[in-house]
């Protein structure tokens, strides 16, 4: 299908990528229009969206970039910044089409359905999307979808509205009358307000006098906050509604002059706020900022996983607010077909966003429209290389399923290394764009976002899993049952059933399961293994780990996706000492810091009588090395400062040290790749990808009773 997307340099591009796979709560839409933010996507293509600039601006992100050197070396860093310049990003947030498809749990929406659908990496600029249920709306009958396709700036200008708080028969100023403010200015006036418009350029405010705005001054030929004090009997307005869109905090500090005592002022638009306080203070001004759609935006909660907000509670979520802009529409509140200054197909992507990107003032609402001929099957999920390579005899042939951050920053690279033991067959991706450019960059013929697609019509001998941690297992089984190898990265589940899963699939189908547990193929890991080989005695080991804080809404910390960091990152560790130790573990206590998970020490006991110690904490600084590892046998000591130097002390070998980290990913991959070939025995199984995982759950068990728990290893 095709799809528009910007680089990270601000360059449009027109792909044809993998139509998207169908996902439980999900809605398979084939979009009829789509509309063009003049505002935000014009911000990203004028240069306004340059990674490069955005890094520059943040702190914390060439931060990043520093501790990327200092791990991986400047040819790693280069390359990661590069890929990021390189890298396709959806364009586009407001679309609206018919439903051909309806994902496991979807209430309420039936193939044939006319919906408008809203979110940026949903809505694309694309031919078909795929769309969570509470990121839709369904359109009336007599609504067409050109009109609908605007529902989504639509629910921004209402939350806007709604934000103001307002009474019939208020005075509200609308400060911007682009696309957002000529909505909210009709918004408002069907609510009963009286409105004034206020622009810069007298085009805009042509578009206001033809939907029927009297009042209506430009910024630079009318005194403006004098006529609006004229306009309400010198009292000032009881709202403004700022929808302009600049780096000045004039329009904001102007407003504050226009408004009444104890007046409103709403902040919808990209504007400055660096505040005049006189004024402000002087009349008891409450400013507000309108986020978004409304109620539900940016809760990972509401949009992908559906769950709704108590009516009781939020009256008007975002989901309302679409509905509400639909009905607007179909009542002809308000009115969008003059609004609509062009309209192209979307093989004319590039000469759409010349316009819409101008900065012509009479361009206003700027549409792109597709065939309603695309057909979505099994195929179409499928983007096949142009000129397909062929794989040499001795090369593995594998699929890369989840091609995220970590896979592009640590696992291209080592295929690429490994480029004449493997052949990467294709790439599974969640979007067709990431599938399509993860491909081109391995190489890769095929790119796909069905797994089960390639899985069923391609000869390949392994899968390597990346995806997300509530996956694995699901992606485990299927590809094991296929008859295929599989790598997958840690944990093999984010609980023992689903690590019994794999393991029953793996006994059935007799194949290879690797688990990417790498730390224990580092070198020096290796080494200090082989230092303590001779000593039988029981001995302890501490690993601290000072991971740092992650935000609350990462992933990671999602109990039903990522399992949490004591899951997620914990059977790291949990697996590294077993494996040293040489021994498994049978009991651990564990205790965490008040109710945080991030921060956690657990002492395990192992069968030979050794003792491990875990501290894993987000409380520390970036400034510590992150993994810091001390073993005590027979009189010796070994430690491992975050895996760029070993020392010994009274133990056989030799200390050493590097500049850049290593951690053992490339001879895990290189591991598996040799057992798939049956040239060397595999180092890592999905045995151990249940044990760790049965740590993981027994120092759960530990916190939650504060009792000493049996590790059930079997």
Same mark, same amino acid.
């Given at each position: 299908m095709k799809q528009v997307f910007?680089?990270?340099?601000?360059?449009?591009?027109?792909?044809?990528?993998p139509s998207p796979a169908m996902q439980p709560g999900h809605v398979l839409v084939q979009n009829s229009s789509s509309l063009i933010s003049t505002g935000t996507e014009a911000m990203a293509?004028?240069?306004?969206?340059?990674?490069?600039?955005?890094?520059?601006?943040r702190p914390d992100l060439v931060q990043r970039a520093l501790k990327i050197v200092a791990g991986q070396g400047v040819r790693s860093a280069a390359t990661i910044v590069r890929d990021m310049s390189q890298t396709w990003y959806p364009l586009g947030y407001s679309s609206a089409g018919h439903v051909i498809s309806v994902g496991e749990g979807v209430r309420g929406f039936d193939v044939g359905d006319k919906v408008a659908c809203a979110g940026a990496g949903y809505a694309n600029h694309a031919e078909l999307v795929s769309i969570p249920t509470n990121l839709l709306a369904k359109v009336p009958q007599g609504v067409s979808m050109r009109d609908a396709c605007f529902t989504t700036v639509g629910a921004i200008a209402i939350q806007g509205v709604r934000r103001a708080d307002l009474t019939f028969g208020e005075i509200v100023v609308v400060m911007g009358t682009g696309l957002i403010g000529l909505l909210t200015a009709q918004i408002l006036r069907s609510s009963g307000c009286k409105v004034i418009c206020v622009d810069l350029y007298e085009e805009r405010l042509r578009f206001a006098n033809e939907l029927g705005f009297v009042n209506v001054l430009q910024m630079s030929?009318?005194?403006?906050?004098?006529?609006?004090?004229?306009?309400?009997?010198?009292?000032?307005?009881?709202? /403004?509604? *700022?929808? &302009?869109?600049?780096?000045?905090?004039?329009?904001?500090?102007?407003?504050?002059?226009?408004?009444?005592? =104890?007046?409103?002022? /709403?902040? *919808?638009? &990209?504007?400055?706020?660096?505040?005049?306080?006189?004024?402000?203070?002087?009349?008891?001004?409450?400013? =507000?900022?309108s986020r978004s759609y409304g109620p539900g935006r940016y809760d990972t909660e509401y949009e992908e996983k559906g769950i709704k907000y108590p009516l009781g509670y939020v009256r008007w979520t975002e989901t309302g607010n679409l509905s509400e802009f639909l009905h607007l529409l179909e009542s002809g509140a308000v009115r969008v077909q003059s609004l609509i200054s062009s309209e192209h197909s979307v093989d004319q992507a590039s000469v759409a966003y010349d316009e819409a990107t101008g900065g012509n003032p009479e361009i206003i609402g700027v549409l792109l429209r597709y065939p309603d001929t695309y057909v979505n099957n099994e195929d179409s999920r499928v983007w096949r290389l142009p000129d397909r390579k062929k794989p040499f005899k001795q090369q593995v042939k594998l699929i890369l399923v989840g091609p995220g951050h970590f896979a592009r920053a640590v696992h291209f690279n080592n295929l690429k290394k490994l480029s004449s033991k493997v052949f990467v067959k294709g790439v599974v991706a969640a979007t067709g764009s990431s599938a399509r450019q993860s491909a081109e960059k391995l190489g890769a013929d095929l790119a796909s976002t069905d797994m089960s697609s390639l899985l069923k019509t391609e000869s390949i001998d392994?899968?390597?899993?990346?995806?997300?941690?509530?996956?694995?297992?699901?992606?485990?089984?299927?590809?094991?049952?296929?008859?295929?190898?599989?790598?997958?990265?840690?944990?093999?589940?984010?609980?023992?059933?689903?690590c019994y899963a794999v393991l029953e699939a793996v006994e059935k189908s007799q194949v290879l399961c690797s688990v990417g547990f790498n730390r224990r193929f580092s070198s020096y890991a290796i080494d200090l293994r082989s230092s303590i080989a001779n000593i039988n005695s029981p001995k302890q080991i501490v690993y601290r780990v000072n991971a740092g804080g992650l935000p609350d809404s990462h992933w990671l910390l999602d109990s039903e996706i990522g399992g949490g960091r004591l899951v997620g990152e914990g059977c790291h560790f949990f697996d590294f000492m077993s494996w040293i130790l040489d021994s498994e573990p049978v009991t651990l206590v564990a205790q965490s810091l008040s109710n945080s998970l991030?921060?956690?020490?657990?002492?395990?006991?192992?069968?030979?009588?050794?003792?491990?110690?875990?501290?894993?904490?987000?409380?520390?600084?970036?400034?510590?090395?992150?993994?810091?590892?001390?073993?005590f046998a027979g009189g010796g000591v070994g430690v491992i400062d975050d895996y760029r130097s070993l020392e010994l002390y009274n133990l056989p070998g030799n200390s050493r040290k590097s500049t850049v980290a290593h951690k053992g990913h490339l001879e895990l991959l290189d591991n598996f790749l040799c057992a798939v070939k049956g040239e060397q025995k595999l180092g890592v199984n999905a045995l151990d990808g249940l044990r760790a995982t049965l740590c993981a759950e027994a120092a759960l068990e530990s916190i939650s009773t504060g009792k000493s728990v049996q590790i059930p290893f079997v």
């Open positions: 910007f680089d990270g340099k601000g360059k449009l591009h027109l792909k044809d990528v293509l004028s240069g306004g969206g340059s990674l490069l600039g955005t890094a520059l601006k030929k009318d005194n403006v906050v004098r006529s609006v004090m004229d306009l309400t009997d010198g009292a000032g307005a009881d709202a /403004v509604i *700022v929808c &302009a869109s600049t780096e000045s905090s004039q329009p904001v500090n102007d407003a504050f002059e226009m408004c009444r005592e =104890r007046g409103r002022v /709403v902040v *919808v638009g &990209a504007v400055g706020l660096d505040l005049k306080r006189e004024e402000y203070y002087r009349k008891e001004i409450d400013l =507000r900022i392994a899968v390597m899993i990346t995806t997300r941690h509530n996956m694995h297992s699901k992606q485990c089984v299927e590809a094991v049952l296929a008859g295929k190898h599989v790598f997958v990265e840690k944990p093999l589940g984010l609980n023992k059933d689903e991030d921060d956690f020490s657990i002492l395990l006991k192992y069968a030979d009588g050794s003792v491990g110690s875990l501290i894993y904490t987000g409380l520390g600084n970036d400034q510590l090395s992150k993994e810091y590892i001390e073993l």
